[in-house]
Structures are given as structure tokens and as C-alpha cells.
């Protein structure tokens, strides 16, 4: 089946710093793709989609500033989240589909656990 | 907007069929209803999706009755390693809003 990759699958950051997370499709080209954020003992919330070359589409709350999307390729979207806080320690999980519906199957990656100290 | 809801968790023994159900009152008129396994610290794992009546596959059945207003995760036989948390997602509420449900923990006992 369609592998998805995310690097990297732990980080620990500094309150005030950014860090970066990747998530690759290995396989396939992904049109689009989905950043979830997940807390302990809750479910995914979808922070934001991005179809590949243009802008994402952020859900209500979630601030774009905040959270940087990049999907600047078919395999690869970037989610930075700027000047870290600890309320930002999160287990945040990438998605990605070959087509443009939610309907089409998503592959997930592994996540990446966040933590700010 | 009306949650995509399931029951916090349920237990189980090995070898039983355990039936999970999904709420979701909102449900899209072109969505379908998918279902995924997660295991801690690790992405959702694809299980089954379908749109409506029945759908069933090597591992797992899905049965959505003709409101399509919930849903039903049938797992025939289950074994200790289906102890995890088992999501629906839809699309609900209208604006292509992905909609996980609240998950269930399944846990499975000899």
C-alpha cells in the first residue's frame, strides 16, 4: 500500500523556537494532503489541507500564521510551527490522498510527537 | 455542529464479535463513512469505507442503514492485538469539514 513518512517522529523545542515537520508520500503522488493535531486520550482534530502549489485552507481556530503549511511538491508538505509554546505539545499527524476529495482514501504517517519545554 | 460521536470505549475476549457504532447526524450527502484503527503513538491504520447497506472485507464488516446517519464497525473473531482506538471519519456539516468521530477504545481480553 501507499506509504506516508514524517520527519522527524519525536522533537523537543524550546518555548519560542519553530520546528519543522515533513511528511512525505514515498509512493505516490499526493495532490493533497492534511495536518491533524492530537492531543492525549483525544481524537484528530484537522488543523488544515493542502492541495500541492496552492495556499492551504486552515479550519476555524487554527491560526496560519501559527502553523505554516508548505506543500510545495506532489510527495512533500512542510507544517512549521513558529515561536513554540508549551500549549503547542502535540502529537500532530500528516495525511495524504492522490485525489481532491476528503472520500479518497488518506494514508497516514506515523506522526510526530511535539513537545516545548 | 452536531459531533461525530462513538462510545468511549468497550471491552472484550478473544475470539467475539464486537460491534462499534458511529453517530454522525451530519453526514455529507456525497461522503462516504471510513473507519481506521490507531495504536498509540502511531498514525490512523485504514480498516474499511463505504457509502451505504454493507460493505465487508478481509478484516472487518461496515453496516449503514438507509438514513446513513450512523454506522456500524462489525470485527468478526477479535484477538488481543485489536486492542486500540477505532475512529469513523466523515464528512459532515457541509464546507468538505473532515470529521473524525470521538474514538473508541476497544480492549480485548483472553
Known amino acids: 500500500g501507499a506509504v506516508v513518512s514524517q520527519h522527524p517522529s519525536w522533537v523537543i523545542c524550546k518555548s519560542g523556537t519553530s520546528v519543522k515537520i515533513e511528511c512525505r508520500s514515498l509512493?505516490?503522488?499526493?495532490?493533497?494532503m492534511f495536518w491533524y493535531r492530537q492531543f492525549p486520550k483525544q481524537s484528530l482534530m484537522l488543523m488544515a489541507t493542502?492541495?500541492?502549489?496552492?495556499?492551504?485552507?486552515?479550519e476555524q481556530g487554527v491560526e496560519k500564521d501559527k502553523f505554516l503549511i508548505n506543500h510545495a511538491s506532489l510527495t512533500l508538505s512542510t507544517l512549521t510551527v513558529t515561536s513554540a509554546h508549551p500549549e503547542d505539545s502535540s502529537f500532530y499527524i500528516c495525511?495524504?490522498?492522490?485525489?481532491?476529495?476528503?472520500?479518497?482514501?488518506?494514508?497516514f504517517g506515523p506522526g510526530t510527537r511535539l513537545t516545548v519545554t | 455542529l452536531a459531533k461525530t460521536t462513538q462510545p468511549i470505549s468497550m471491552d472484550s475476549y478473544e475470539g467475539q464479535e464486537v460491534n462499534i457504532t458511529c453517530s454522525h447526524n451530519?453526514?455529507?450527502?456525497?461522503?462516504?463513512i471510513t473507519w481506521y484503527q490507531q495504536f498509540p503513538s502511531q498514525g490512523p491504520r485504514f480498516i474499511i469505507q463505504?457509502?451505504?447497506t454493507k460493505v465487508t472485507n478481509e478484516v472487518a464488516s461496515l453496516f449503514i442503514p438507509a438514513d446513513r446517519k450512523s454506522s456500524t464497525l462489525s470485527l468478526p473473531r477479535v484477538s488481543l492485538s485489536d486492542t486500540a482506538v477505532y475512529y469513523c471519519?466523515?464528512?459532515?456539516?457541509?464546507?468538505?469539514?473532515?470529521?473524525f468521530g470521538t474514538g473508541t477504545q476497544l480492549k480485548v481480553e483472553l
Open positions: 509512493d505516490f503522488q499526493a495532490t493533497t
Open positions: 493542502s492541495n500541492e502549489g496552492s495556499k492551504a485552507t486552515y
Open positions: 471519519l466523515v464528512e459532515a456539516g457541509g464546507g468538505n469539514k473532515l470529521t
Open positions: 463505504g457509502y451505504k
Open positions: 495525511s495524504a490522498t492522490s485525489g481532491t476529495s476528503g472520500n479518497d482514501e488518506q494514508y
Open positions: 451530519n453526514i455529507a450527502t456525497n461522503d462516504y
